[in-house]
């Protein structure tokens, strides 16, 4: 027991210096994994985001054109070009993720990272003798929650796009990706539909965008 006296004792006195966050008392609380922004309203690129929820992974997935737009110009009859193939990992941040598992829904500051990567079949040694595998990264894609967007746009997602060497981008328009996904996305403009991890926590009432929309 006198043994145990002397740690107690530190134990006792590092309890008023630090908290159970490992921060002094009125430290700093710890950053969460949200979206940051630049003061002219652009995304910061996300950091660590390969330590969040991991939700899913595609090879050449692509939408498909809008009838009206594959209908015009003078090209219209050809079949159209086939882009290289490309391999997305997709990840949440961890806040958002459980959220989403235990009621249904997003929460306000979700974010969604996309890793595009080259889709290689051959390696300098020349080991591999089928399938593909990620080589290069391409870009870093990022779709946001925010009902307080700070570049002053209504609109509750935004969608941005960073080269591998990007540090901040700015939110495309909303014809460009906002409506697509209000209008296909399974659940609250998420590709749910095409995330297992996701999949398995959707809920049977959380049908459609969420938010009135």
Same mark, same amino acid.
């Given at each position: 027991?006198?043994?145990?006296?002397?740690?107690?004792?530190?134990?006792?006195?590092?309890?008023?210096?630090?908290?159970?966050?490992?921060?002094?008392?009125?430290?700093?609380?710890?950053?969460?994994?949200?979206?940051?922004?630049?003061?002219?309203?652009?995304?910061?690129?996300?950091?660590?985001?390969?330590?969040?929820?991991?939700?899913?992974?595609?090879?050449?997935?692509?939408?498909?054109?809008?009838?009206?737009?594959?209908?015009?110009?003078?090209?219209?009859?050809?079949?159209?070009?086939?882009?290289?193939?490309?391999?997305?990992?997709?990840?949440?941040?961890?806040?958002?993720?459980?959220?989403?598992?235990?009621?249904?829904?997003?929460?306000?500051?979700?974010?969604?990272?996309?890793? $595009?990567?080259?889709?290689?079949?051959?390696?300098?040694?020349?080991?591999?003798?089928?399938?593909?595998?990620?080589?290069?990264?391409?870009?870093?894609?990022?779709?946001?929650?925010?009902?307080?967007?700070?570049?002053?746009?209504?609109? /509750?997602?935004?969608?941005?796009?960073?080269?591998?060497?990007?540090?901040?981008?700015?939110?495309?328009? /909303?014809?460009?990706?906002?409506?697509?996904?209000?209008?296909?996305?399974?659940? /609250?403009? $998420?590709?749910?539909?095409?995330?297992?991890?996701?999949?398995?926590?959707?809920?049977?009432?959380?049908?459609?965008?969420?938010?009135?929309?």
């Amino acid at each position: 027991m006198r043994r145990c006296l002397p740690l107690l004792f530190l134990l006792a006195l590092l309890g008023g210096i630090v908290d159970a966050t490992g921060l002094p008392p009125g430290g700093p609380a710890k950053e969460t994994a949200g979206p940051r922004y630049d003061d002219k309203g652009e995304l910061k690129r996300p950091v660590d985001y390969q330590t969040w929820v991991f939700v899913g992974a595609n090879l050449g997935l692509q939408y498909r054109r809008p009838a009206k737009d594959a209908k015009e110009g003078p090209d219209a009859k050809k079949a159209p070009a086939k882009r290289p193939q490309t391999f997305h990992n997709v990840y949440i941040n961890p806040e958002a993720y459980h959220a989403y598992a235990k009621t249904g829904k997003f929460p306000d500051r979700t974010i969604l990272v996309m890793e $595009v990567y080259e889709a290689l079949d051959r390696e300098p040694r020349d080991i591999v003798t089928g399938g593909l595998f990620p080589g290069k990264l391409q870009s870093v894609e990022a779709a946001v929650k925010n009902t307080k967007r700070p570049d002053g746009s209504k609109t /509750d997602w935004a969608y941005y796009a960073f080269t591998p060497k990007q540090a901040t981008a700015k939110a495309f328009p /909303d014809a460009n990706c906002y409506q697509c996904h209000l209008k296909h996305a399974d659940d /609250d403009s $998420v590709w749910v539909q095409f995330y297992p991890t996701l999949r398995s926590h959707k809920k049977t009432a959380a049908k459609g965008p969420a938010d009135g929309h």
